[in-house]
């Protein structure tokens, strides 16, 4: 596996509570085009999946819609997977199969109650890359993700008096406990490490702090990952990951994002320990 030593070496260090990146997404993709090699370009594809993600969801919307940056395919490759959605059979193109199904869908159920594009494309994207990234700690990142959404809705369908199976999206051991498990913690404490963090970001009213408490779980979650293994291509894809928090928070208030992040991760940490009324006897 490749070492990138001289590139994370002369890297800033990133800290969540400074909410003015230092380096730019875009810098550092165009920096590591001449270092990566084919499996390791072909595994941070994965991450930059993403933003074609939502792009292909707002050109459904909008052939006009401005566009997210950082994306494997720019507007015309786009363009071409909605316009060819229909006609080629998934595995038969370059484009990932299921961006193409969802072009299909999409015409079917884009005006059905119930049916939201956006947090479907999310979960098509997060089974497709814990399925098909061959890296275990990328494969992980996506996996968290899915079970930490699922995890958060399903409290708060609990607290709503929904039913939980109609919004646990995908499958795996936490979706399979959430639909089943009628337990106050879904039998889910003690199993894996967020639950604690993730059921006081759900109790949090503020939904700005609850969305910094999110990232801020995140962040601590590929600082650990990562803590070992700071030079592999585990590391760039966490710093990817870390400097993507930083960019989205970038345009907030300097001084009181400082402040907030930094009590935020104090927080969490404190409260990592999972609560005794949910300990199993």
């Known amino acids: 596996m490749a070492n990138y030593y ?20 875009a810098a550092l993709r165009q920096e590591l085009q001449a270092e990566l090699g084919r499996r390791d370009e072909r595994l941070l ?27 494997n395919l720019d507007r015309d490759g786009l363009l071409e997977l909605i316009a060819k959605a229909d006609e ?5 193109t370059a484009y990932p199969g299921f961006m193409l199904q969802f072009v299909r869908d999409y015409a079917q159920n884009h005006d059905r109650e119930g049916w939201y594009a ?7 994207y997060y089974e497709h890359c814990t399925r098909n990234c061959k890296d275990g700690l ?78 801020a779980l995140k962040w601590e979650w590929l600082a650990t990952e990562t803590f070992a293994d700071t030079f592999s ?19 907030l208030d300097v001084e009181q994002g400082r402040e907030t992040f930094e009590q935020i991760i104090s927080d969490l940490r404190s409260e990592a320990e999972v609560p005794s009324e949910f300990i199993r006897k």
């Open 6 to 25: 001289c590139i994370m070496a002369g890297l800033p260090e990133l800290k969540l509570s400074d909410t003015e990146p230092g380096y730019s997404i």
């Open 45 to 71: 594809q994965f991450l930059f999946l993403q933003h074609d993600c939502r792009n292909l969801v707002a050109l459904l919307r909008n052939p006009e819609a401005g566009l997210e940056e950082n994306g």
């Open 88 to 92: 080629v059979e998934v595995g038969q």
């Open 118 to 124: 956006e947090d479907e494309m999310l979960l098509r």
């Open 138 to 215: 990328m494969r992980r990142w996506y996996r968290m993700n899915l079970d930490v959404t699922n995890l958060m809705t399903a409290m708060i369908a609990r607290r709503q008096g929904w039913n939980v199976r109609d919004y646990v999206k995908g499958e795996g051991e936490v979706a399979d406990m959430l639909r089943t498990s009628e337990q106050r913690d879904f039998g889910l404490s003690g199993l894996y490490d967020f639950v604690p963090q993730v059921m006081k970001i759900v109790d949090e009213d503020d939904p700005v702090r609850k969305e910094r408490m999110l990232d």
């Open 233 to 251: 291509v585990e590391a760039v894809f966490a710093y990817l990951c870390q400097l993507e928090i930083q960019e989205r928070w970038s345009h």
